[in-house]
């Protein structure tokens, strides 16, 4: 089981967090503190496992984190997780939001070319809601509910194209909705062999 | 209204959407939370109109605010608003912000019940999907027992998409509803089998959830998960079958070597690390090969990658626990480990270094680490070394430790840490040893007077850090041990220091009634001598230290000290008039604590006849405060110890003391306890009383070097013993003789330690489920699977007339609660009860039961002649034995309301031998397929050997087949998927085609199998199967204006039946009906009834049940006459036996 997904930068800010069990705000807000205070002081060059969050789970539970730019990546999951997997799955998760704004950056940021890496976390700060539906189909209650990339990239399109239908929920922002729907299907692996992506994540040039 | 509308747009203009508000925030970065609160202000506003996409651009507001940790549950309404919109858009929205902050005390949760079921059964398979994933968050135990039969539903749904929804959210669902399992498993089981990928993986998933928890559950599902590993190629999916695989291996050994060849298949194929990693950790788990396992985890810890080497250490770990030996032969690894740069796999090496000790290498190894601890950066990982250092010493009740002394400096050294949180653990540590290794008591004592003297170190930082906890524990040995001390009287004044009142209030409770005693041994050697000066001046001492405590802030401080410092004053009083006091004081502490073991409470057998439950008094009313009960109580339990009492104290004073000195011993773990076999003169090493010194080499390390003199000089005078020997023995000879590197027997421990063990009750209760966390909810999760679903689960099943008179009345209250539902009372909650019977009724389908007592065993052929003697010599006792049986068949008979047939003529002269293999069955129709009919079958062994090979068959009729897998032609048997060990049953299901349902048929079959006595012998066992009509109807529920319409439509032929002579309530009598012939009650008024059924052909059935007297009539109607006349005789069957 997946008891929370974080997603926050180097300096702790939040941009996206998903716990799958109760937590009170203030409570939340804490472990994510704890959490980066754990994390950020972890060099680029150690392993991506951690051990002692002692807010969130006990000691069946470790973080699994990656760290890419300005972003962390952290899930804490209990022993039934694969480690190798669940960083696969991180890496699956980064590349949709890398895809999610590499369009974007085409259609209408193109000053953050400069910046490519920060694309990535400013994405995460203004669609935090598409960001939750694209998770909502990679994690469900805290289970692993589908790793085939076609058919998430798929079901998040069709869904996409239903609210478009329905005139999104404001005009104004019409032009990001097509964000995720106009991604680039043929640059997506066919499916997630967890054997084709270099586990040695830390020699990985990101991006 | 359209002015609203427009109005309403206008505004919305004029809103922040998601993307201002974040824009908004960061450009406010100085005052981000002023500008925060006039957005709430704001969204307020918006969430006030009656536009619901401006509603719900506020909600999505909110969510982002939720996460950067604002409160939003004032909002929770508006949110199920949002989520009840039609629009997918807004649906969706609202579903996120619940899914984000709802749980399971929101009170508007109760209102979203009917919404999620709507939307579960919407055309759109997104907002099914969207429902799904929101209620995976949120689901509480009324959602899901509300809901469990919807997802249940959708498990089968035609959309793969929602199928592996509906499949994963079960899991949420059983852990808030554990009956639903049961039920729901089947279903589970088949989805195992999905066409679609994603449905199997997440049918795999949720079973590997389960399973992980409760693994000998799931042992059945072995083979199918072991064909599933042997075809999968998605590895995530495989990765949970192997992990799943890794639990249940150690309770099944044959599944262990089955799996070898597959997992090294897959070791020698895969490239995904992954993969890879979880087959050795499964090997693991299956004890197998592990030299292999551990080079190859070698090979893993030696690369430079450092999440493998993390894993690597990770698997080692699994492996210490069953082999440790095989981890040992890597010490130099790990220690090398012990100095990465990573803290992960620096606390990975920690913990296998626990495993590797031996007295040998304790104190090297010790050594190391506290190396490590002075080096230590960052306090999370220095206080993991510190656990492990006391954890790898106290293990297995201090198996390794040579010299307590060590110990005892090692501890006292970990005190000089800073910015510890574990001063307790150490504290604890050193209660432990002193109380219950009493050779160490003196130089504890010693060393622990010291502390308290130079307590000023330790509190210098005291309030930020938790090491202060020493001292309680110093505190409390200096006084509690005081007659070992050299120097009571400066430790009662280093106990009474000022600077004491700065501690945190427990300790400082602890020093006051410690320094009490300390009082009581000083003046019992002060007393001693003549000067009674000196006694008079200590008892001034501690009048005038004491009033300090008294002022304290804290009660417990404050009561003792005042307590303490009124006794002092009246023993000064006495001293004054030149009375001997002493002994009188001494008796206040005299007496041994024993160590008592934590659990010791919670084992005391409760004796027979003690009803902890029943209430001492009446229960208390409403308005009493419920606190203040247990504690009357508690009042009421006082102990009566028995201790020297002196009636010049007090004695309210003395029980008053005597309980707080049980409290403070409550708050120590352990007792001190004077065993009888302590007793025996123990020899105590010490060479010389060091004293503590602060600075300088650290003082463990002299021990380190006494304790190898000491071995040294053991070994040399060992080697002279033994040389002498050889010189008594064979004179001169055997010079050489190295003494190469010692071997564990021959350190023997410096101290004869005499360990006390812990105190347990007598007769205490042997239990191993102590650390089972009773709130843990998979606990309710585990549940045998295998059974056939029990009757309280289905349908209640007849099987004995007591029984079902018994359940009657219970069942009568739940169709009358039906029935008699007042119109307008359908309260939602009287609703779910009945939606519960619903699904019970269709979940399970039971049609009748009938116990078919071994008829007819007839030998095969095959009949050894030596067993023919035997046989004879049985038959007397075989011919008693059946009679026996036949009378409780018979007495079966009268209970099974003409299901049951008549036996044929028994041929008793059969060579019947102790084979009583019974066979239950319960025939099930087939929803999904109207002319299936599924038998379970219950094989009973009840002989005392084993039976194997079992074939099943039944001789097909022209209407009824019994489904034989391709290629087998239509008279072979079935086998059956398992063997019997004497006196297990197991149950098998049988697919049958039907043709006709109209028309009641019985089978007839054999069951042939191998009994394995000395020899195997075949066997052979004939039974019927009795198909009747009423088990090819479900219980389908109908409402009245339905009921009324099919009525009307005029294609049911009529038929009516009457019953004389029945005596028994009208509901009684049609719980009767419905329970054993598969009936709705659709209305019932007075004494009229209507019911409804349906065939699985999808005839209907429709009764109108009328009682007066003792005469009940029956009229039916059905669309098919035959199956009608048929349901009827059954139905006159069933009473005519009342």
Redesign the interface.
């Known amino acids: 089981m997946i008891k929370a997904i974080l997603i926050f930068n180097n300096h702790g800010k939040p941009r996206l967090i998903r716990f799958y069990q109760y937590f009170a705000e203030d409570m939340q807000q804490q472990i994510i503190r704890e959490t980066f205070h754990l994390v950020s002081k972890r060099d680029d060059n150690v392993c991506n496992f951690l051990e002692g969050g002692s807010l969130i789970g006990g000691s069946d539970y470790k973080l699994i984190y990656r760290h890419y730019a300005t972003l962390y990546f952290v899930f804490c999951v209990d022993s039934s997780e694969s480690e190798l997997g669940i960083l696969d799955l991180i890496q699956v998760c980064c590349y949709f939001f890398k895809m999610l704004c590499r369009k974007k950056q085409m259609v209408f940021v193109e000053t953050l070319d400069k910046c490519f890496e920060n694309v990535c976390e400013l994405d995460l700060i203004f669609h935090m809601d598409r960001v939750h539906y694209i998770l909502q189909e990679v994690v469900m209650g805290g289970m692993v509910l589908e790793t085939n990339m076609n058919e998430i990239v798929a079901q998040v399109e069709v869904q996409n194209r239903m609210e478009k239908s329905e005139g999104g929920l404001s005009a104004a922002p019409a032009r990001a909705v097509s964000a995720v729907k106009n991604m680039n299907l043929p640059e997506i692996p066919r499916n997630i062999n967890i054997g084709d992506i270099n586990i040695k994540v830390p020699s990985l040039s990101p991006f | 209204m359209a002015l609203k509308i427009v109005k309403g747009s206008i505004d ?1 203009m004029f ?1 922040k ?3 201002d508000l ?2 908004g925030i ?1 450009n406010h970065k100085e005052d981000e939370a002023k500008y925060i609160s006039t957005c709430i202000d704001e969204i307020k506003q918006e969430l006030k109109q009656d536009n619901i ?1 401006v509603k ?2 506020a909600v ?1 507001k909110l ?2 605010l ?7 549950s004032w909002a929770a309404f508006n949110i199920v608003e949002v989520m009840s919109s039609s ?4 649906k ?2 609202g579903y ?1 912000a619940a899914s ?2 709802f ?2 005390s929101t009170d508007v949760i109760m209102l979203t019940t009917n919404q999620i079921r709507k939307d579960l059964s919407s055309p759109n398979q ?1 907002d099914t ?1 969207v429902a ?2 929101g209620l ?2 949120f689901v509480t135990p009324d959602l899901a027992r509300d809901l469990a039969n919807d997802i249940m539903t959708l498990m089968s749904h035609t959309k793969p ?1 929602i199928r ?2 509906a499949v ?2 079960m ?2 669902v059983f852990l808030k509803y554990p009956e639903s399992l049961r039920p729901a498993f089947p279903r589970l089981k088949e989805k195992l089998e999905d066409p679609d ?2 449905v199997q ?2 049918a795999v ?2 079973i ?2 389960l399973a ?1 928890r409760n693994p000998k559950n799931y042992l059945s599902l072995a083979p199918l998960f072991f064909k599933l590993m042997t075809s999968s190629t ?3 999916v495989l ?1 949970k079958i192997i ?1 799943l695989f890794g639990a249940l291996t150690p309770l099944e050994p044959r599944l262990g070597k089955k799996l070898i060849e597959p997992l090294t298949n897959l070791i020698h194929s ?6 890879l ?2 087959c050795v950790n499964t090997v693991i788990a299956g004890q197998y090969w592990f030299s292999l396992c551990v080079q190859k985890l070698r090979i893993l810890i030696e690369d430079s ?3 493998l ?3 690597g250490l ?1 698997a080692m770990s699994k492996i210490l626990k069953t082999h440790p030996k095989s981890v040992q032969s890597h010490k130099d690894l790990i220690l090398q480990c012990l100095d990465d ?5 620096r ?1 990975r090496a920690l913990d296998l270094l626990y495993g590797m000790v031996s007295k040998k290498n304790l104190m090297e190894i010790v050594k190391k680490l506290m190396l490590h601890v002075d080096k230590a950066e ?1 306090t ?1 990982y220095r206080d ?1 070394l510190l656990t492990k250092i006391i954890d790898i010493c106290s293990q297995s009740n201090y198996q390794y430790i040579t010299n307590f002394e060590w110990y005892i400096s090692i501890l006292v050294e970990l005190t000089r840490l800073e910015g510890t949180r574990h001063g307790h653990l150490i504290a604890s540590q050193m209660l432990d040893v002193a109380i219950r290794v009493k050779a160490i008591r003196v130089f504890a004592v010693a060393q622990m007077a010291t502390l308290l003297d130079n307590a000023h170190l330790l509190t210098g930082n005291m309030q930020r850090n938790g090491i202060c906890e020493v001292l309680y524990a110093a505190a409390w040995i200096c006084g509690e041990f005081s007659e070992h001390l050299e120097n009571p009287m400066q430790t009662l004044e280093a106990m009474l220091r000022p600077k004491v009142a700065t501690l945190p209030g427990h300790i400082q409770a602890v020093y006051v009634q410690n320094a009490a005693k300390l009082f009581a041994t000083i003046l019992k050697s002060q007393e001693g001598n003549t000067d009674s000066t000196a006694a008079q001046d200590t008892s001034q001492l501690m009048i005038d230290r004491l009033p300090l405590f008294v002022q304290s802030a804290n009660l417990e401080v404050q009561e003792r000290a005042s307590c303490i410092l009124q006794l002092v004053k009246y023993i000064q009083k006495l001293q004054q008039k030149d009375v001997e006091v002493a002994e009188e004081v001494n008796a206040l502490f005299a007496g041994e604590l024993n160590p008592v073991a934590p659990k010791a409470q919670k084992k005391v057998p409760v004796p027979e006849g003690l009803d902890l439950d029943a209430w001492i008094n009446e229960p208390p009313s409403e308005s009493e405060s419920e606190d203040e009960q247990p504690k009357a109580i508690f009042a009421k339990e006082e102990p009566k110890h028995s201790r020297p009492r002196h009636t010049e104290v007090d004695e309210k004073e003395l029980a008053r003391r005597r309980e707080a000195r049980k409290q403070e011993q409550a708050n120590n773990p352990f007792y001190i306890k004077a065993s009888p076999s302590s007793q025996k003169v123990l020899s105590i090493f010490l060479k010389s009383c060091l004293v503590l010194c602060p600075t300088g080499l650290p003082m463990s390390d002299q021990y380190v070097k006494l304790e190898e003199e000491r071995r040294q000089k053991e070994r040399a005078e060992k080697k002279k013993k033994e040389k002498k020997k050889r010189k008594e023995k064979r004179s001169g000879r055997g010079k050489k003789h190295d003494s190469g590197p010692e071997s564990e027997e021959d350190i023997t421990p410096a101290h004869q330690v005499d360990i006390v063990t812990e105190e347990m009750p007598e007769n205490a209760l042997p239990s191993d489920d102590d650390d089972k966390d009773p709130n843990d909810p998979h606990k309710a999760l585990d549940i045998d699977l295998d059974k056939p679903l029990a009757d309280s689960e289905k349908l209640p099943v007849r099987s004995h007339r007591a029984a079902e008179a018994a359940k009657s009345p219970a069942e009568d209250g739940e169709t009358e609660n039906a029935t008699s539902l007042e119109p307008k009372k359908k309260s939602s909650k009287e609703k779910r009860e009945k939606k519960k019977d619903k699904d019970r009724d269709r979940k399970v389908m039971v049609k009748c039961w009938i116990h078919h007592w071994d008829c007819k065993s007839s030998k095969h052929k095959k009949k050894k002649q030596k067993k023919e003697k035997e046989e004879k010599e049985k038959k007397k006792k075989k011919k008693h034995h059946h009679h026996h049986h036949h009378s409780d068949g018979g007495g079966e008979e009268s209970v099974q309301n003409g299901t049951v047939e008549e036996e044929e003529p028994l041929p008793v002269s059969l060579s019947h031998r102790l084979i009583n293999p019974q066979v239950v069955y319960d025939i099930q129709g087939n929803l999904q397929d109207g002319s299936q009919v599924v038998v379970s079958v219950i094989f009973e062994n009840k002989c005392d050997s084993f039976l194997k090979s079992m074939e099943f068959n039944v001789l097909d009729s022209l209407n009824s087949k019994l489904q034989r897998p391709e290629g087998s032609g239509p008279h072979d048997g079935l086998t059956v998927p398992f063997q019997l060990p004497p006196g297990v049953s197991n149950e098998a299901r049988f697919v049958f085609t039907v043709q006709s349902i109209v028309m009641p048929q019985k089978l007839k079959g054999t069951l042939t199998f191998i009994v394995k006595v000395d020899s195997s012998t075949h066997e052979k066992l004939d039974f019927k199967l009795h198909f009747t009509c009423t088990s090819y109807l479900i219980t389908t529920p109908c409402y009245s204006d339905a009921f009324a319409k099919l009525l009307e439509s005029g294609d049911l032929k009529g038929s009516s039946v009457r019953l004389e002579g029945v005596n028994m309530p009208f509901h009684h009598l049609l719980a009767r009906i419905c329970f054993h012939h598969h009936f709705s009650i659709v209305e019932r008024i007075d004494s009229c009834a209507s019911m409804y059924s349906r065939s699985i052909q999808g005839h209907h059935v429709c009764l109108l049940v009328k009682t007066s007297g003792q005469t009940v009539s029956i009229d039916a109607k059905c669309d098919e006459p035959t199956l009608l006349g048929n349901v009827l005789d059954e139905i006159k069957q069933t009473f005519s036996q009342c």
């Open positions: 919305r809103d959407n998601l993307q974040v824009r960061r996409a719900a651009n999505c969510t982002y939720q996460m950067l940790g604002y409160d939003v629009k997918f858009t807004y969706r929205i996120l984000q902050c749980h399971e997104y999907g799904l994933t995976s968050c998409y592996k929804k994963l959210i899991y949420k990928p994603g993986s997440a998933n949720v590997c959830e992980r998605n590895n995530w990765i992990k895969t490239s995904a690390m992954s993969l990693y979880e990658d450092q999440n080497k993390y894993l990770l740069k990573d803290e992960s796999i606390l960052g999370t993991e």
